[in-house]
């Protein structure tokens, strides 16, 4: 049995279904209260838990092989953020205690492209490290800092791989994440702004598909980024026209007008307790080198990413039948 942390969210969700898929039997690890619509059906040993209490995450690992660590927290506002720090970093070491105390055979974590150094140019691969100390976000630094946790595990002999995903995109997005919510408005035909800028985004299907050729083939220590293609939002938006056949109005925001306006927006959301499109650390990301090569995964894991054509074609279904 594996056990799958964060299973409720966009990736985890999707994980547990290719699991199932291949007849593997699972157990969830889910926040007390956390909403479970994202599996609800599939056939998953639910337990409530948190990573954050160790006897749960023990609890969670009876009778278990192996472990894919997908819970966190994420946020893309300004400033300190000590819950962030707390969730992705103590909760991963406890997650690493517990697995080294119970023997587990595999472990997998997710960690993320943006704990990996920014770089203004050439290609990223997994040569560039990690980097706890980036300026840029208190996320990118949390996921660094855990992320070099594992691999200290991994040397201590914990058979422990490291999978970085780069912008992730796709049906099964019950949440609504910032792409997956522009996505969805596109397809419906609001108005939609944008600015200039471009992402390597890739399908959540495919990182789910490369999580479990790591748990498979994956080698200790070792880090592997599971990039699609890049895409400018500006062309995003117009391949979501041509697949609707539906006109809507879209503007682009002037960059400079847009970081000038980013400085004020995340106070207003905090108030109104959602998440902007734009902040300082959203524009970054989209002037950012998005050059990401995906060759070491390709080579040692078999992953081969789908067209983002076809990504954004199933994820625009999916929103338009209803969430299925």
Not at 24 to 30: F, G, S, T
Not at 125 to 143: C, F, L
Not at 236 to 246: D, K
Request: aromatic share 8%; glycine share 8%; proline share 4%.
């Amino acid at each position: 049995m594996w056990l799958v942390t964060g299973a409720t969210g966009h990736v985890g969700n999707v994980l547990v279904r290719k699991l199932l898929e291949r007849r593997e039997k699972v157990r969830a690890m889910i926040l007390p209260g956390e909403c479970r619509e994202s599996i609800s059906g599939l056939e998953v040993e639910e337990l409530e838990g948190d990573v954050l209490d160790l006897d749960s995450v023990f609890q969670s690992m009876r009778g278990i092989r192996g472990v894919f660590h997908l819970a966190g927290a994420i946020s893309i506002m300004p400033g300190a953020n000590p819950l962030v720090r707390k969730v992705n970093v103590e909760g991963t070491k406890n997650i690493l205690y517990a697995a080294m105390k119970k023997g587990i055979k595999k472990l997998v974590y997710t960690s993320s492209i943006h704990a990996i150094r920014r770089v203004e140019e050439g290609v990223i691969d997994e040569s560039v490290p990690y980097d706890m100390n980036n300026p840029y976000g208190a996320y990118d630094r949390s996921k660094a800092e855990a992320t070099l946790e594992v691999l200290n595990a991994a040397e201590s002999g914990l058979e422990a791989v490291i999978a970085c995903p780069t912008g992730v995109i796709g049906p099964y997005d019950f949440r609504g994440s910032m792409m997956g919510s522009l996505i969805h408005d596109a397809a419906v035909a609001r108005p939609t702004l944008y600015v200039d800028g471009a992402y390597d985004f890739v399908d959540v299907r495919d990182v789910a598909e490369g999580l479990i050729s790591a748990a498979k083939n994956g080698k200790r220590g070792e880090s592997y980024i599971l990039s699609g293609q890049k895409i400018s939002v500006r062309y995003l938006l117009e391949t979501i026209r041509e697949i609707t056949g539906r006109n809507f109005f879209q503007m682009k925001i002037p960059f400079d007008l847009a970081k000038f306006a980013a400085l004020f927006t995340p106070t207003y959301y905090k108030l109104a307790h959602a998440t902007p499109r734009f902040t300082p650390y959203s524009l970054e990301v989209l002037q950012s080198n998005s050059n990401i090569s995906h060759a070491k995964a390709t080579q040692q894991l078999g992953y081969s990413p789908r067209t983002l054509y076809e990504s954004i074609k199933d994820t625009v279904k999916w929103f338009m039948e209803g969430r299925k």
